[in-house]
């Protein structure tokens, strides 16, 4: 049978209505001008909507059109545009745009895809898209939703987006040319996500063929998605700076995951220092343990049960002045939420990370006595070589030094379970990524966010997941399944 493209898109058109518009959509329809298109277009590449348009907007501040952009330093636009992805090249490709635009097009952006994609940080993605938003006139932008949801759809069968490109020529009904990508994108963002796509609330679900999907786990009793509705979802992230973090789309990200505890590390904020917004979460009850020292460390915990009982530390002032330990008792279990010291440069810190983790083991043992424990946080160390992407340049640094992973070693053969690796053994597997080197991109990581649960609880967790298609820190969220 073929694939019913016209419901198909009639049935999409009327599902993404109330989603989020794509971020160059919103400039054409606010701005109508063809340079902030193309600006904002070579801006979103490999970076999230929110972030793109935080940072068009602060560009377009000091930037309003090509003469102005021309103004400004390659260093300024690097300030202006960070943290987009890429953000140097992308700094360095504005910078020479409006030469660019003068000398071949009279200061005028071109209208097709041929002549765009000369100017610098123009591919043939960018070109499409922005002949079809800015101008109106019929493209097919292939960008990584588009190329994967046309296959899978079993629509095209070709391995790039350029091969996509060329197939939907051929056989996309030139009506949807221009609107194709907005309405793949949004779908692909809401609800055919690359990872575990929502089939189980698909509009397309009787007419799709899920060439090659993993559809997540169906949709829980309670309503809520990819729980058993027994189970509650946990969430582990090291934020590095709860403000940076709001301004990066925190409050969207905690709601899109869907927890019932979420656990923060390193938020670098007093509570006094924080919006209403983030202290008064509806449906959350929020708990703050900070550093006494500014701008450092500091541990939040939000639950949607109210706990027990909530413990602040370990009852030793050298940890606990450094905000790293927060416990929530709720009936059944203790949650433990933890930023681990970092050993730091030439092992400076080891012998404190020690005694520390040291001390925490020990607070373990005492509660996992009395009922279940999860411990979750940045355990601050990449357990086995497969923890992380470069193993042998890293034995003697912190994070990977033998004692670290000795106390790891310690950790498992008491019999406590490293939750992540009950479901996955393979490699490449990562939570953090340096900020240098485009570590992100190429996957230079390691593992160093965990939860972890005492011996008898191991059959309590129901699944794991390392969630590193959410940006925001350098640390992504990490969670469990628990019943
Ligand atoms: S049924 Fe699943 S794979 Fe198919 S379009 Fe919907 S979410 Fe995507």
């Known amino acids: 049978m073929s694939f019913p493209i016209d419901t198909v898109v009639a049935l999409l058109q009327k599902e993404v209505a109330d989603y989020q518009v794509p971020v160059v959509d919103l400039i054409a329809a606010q701005t109508r001008d063809p340079f902030k298109v193309l600006v904002a277009t070579i801006l979103s590449a490999r970076t999230k909507d929110e972030v793109t348009a935080a ?16 103004q400004l330093s390659v260093a300024e636009l690097e300030k202006l545009v960070y943290p987009v992805g890429f953000f140097r090249n992308k700094a360095k490709y504005l910078a020479a745009l409006p030469g660019v635009l003068a000398e071949e097009f009279g200061g005028q952006v071109p209208d097709v895809v041929e002549e765009l994609v000369k100017l610098p940080g123009v591919g043939r993605k960018t070109a499409n898209l922005v002949v079809a938003v800015a101008f109106n006139k019929p493209a097919i932008c292939v960008d990584t939703h588009v190329h994967r949801i046309m296959n899978l759809w079993g629509y095209v069968e070709t391995t790039t987006p350029l091969q996509t490109e060329m197939a939907l020529r051929e056989k996309l009904p030139e009506q949807y040319w221009i609107t194709i990508n907005s309405l793949l994108v949004a779908f692909g963002q809401g609800t055919c996500k690359p990872r575990s796509p929502h089939c189980d609330r698909c509009v397309l679900a009787e007419l799709c063929p899920q060439i090659g999907v993993k559809p997540r786990k169906t949709q829980s009793s309670s309503g809520r998605i990819g729980k058993k509705s ?14 940076a973090a709001l301004k990066k789309g925190f409050l969207d990200t905690l709601h899109e995951l869907d927890a019932d505890i979420f656990a923060l590390q390193e938020i670098k904020a007093m509570p006094d220092q924080l919006p209403d917004e983030v202290k008064h979460i509806p449906g959350y009850h929020a708990y703050f343990y900070p550093a006494r020292k500014k701008g450092y460390s500091g541990t939040a915990v939000f639950s949607r049960t109210e706990p027990r009982d909530v413990v602040y530390g370990l009852g030793k002032e050298e940890f606990d002045s450094e905000g790293r330990v927060l416990t929530l008792e709720f009936a059944d279990f203790y949650f433990i939420n933890i930023y681990f010291p970092n050993a730091q440069h030439g092992l400076k810190r080891i012998d404190f990370k020690q005694d520390f983790n040291n001390e925490v083991l020990r607070y373990m043992d005492r509660l996992a006595k009395k009922k279940s424990v999860v411990l979750c946080g940045d355990l601050n160390v990449a357990h086995k070589e497969i923890d992380l992407a470069n193993p042998k340049a890293n034995v003697k640094n912190p994070g990977f030094s033998p004692r670290e992973r000795a106390w790891m070693d310690e950790v498992v053969q008491a019999g406590y379970v490293d939750t992540f690796r009950l479901f996955n053994q393979e490699p490449e597997q990562y939570s953090w990524w340096s900020y240098r080197f485009n570590a992100r991109v190429k996957n230079i990581g390691w593992r160093i966010d965990y939860f972890v649960v005492d011996p008898g609880s191991r059959d309590r967790v129901q699944g794991a997941a390392i969630h590193d298609d959410i940006l925001g820190s350098d640390h992504c969220p990490v969670s469990i399944e628990f019943t």
């Open 230 to 243: 027994s189970s509650r979802r946990f969430i582990s992230w090291n934020v590095n700076g709860l403000r």
């Open 55 to 70: 940072a068009s907007r602060r560009l377009f501040k000091k930037a309003d059109n090509a003469e102005e952009l021309d």
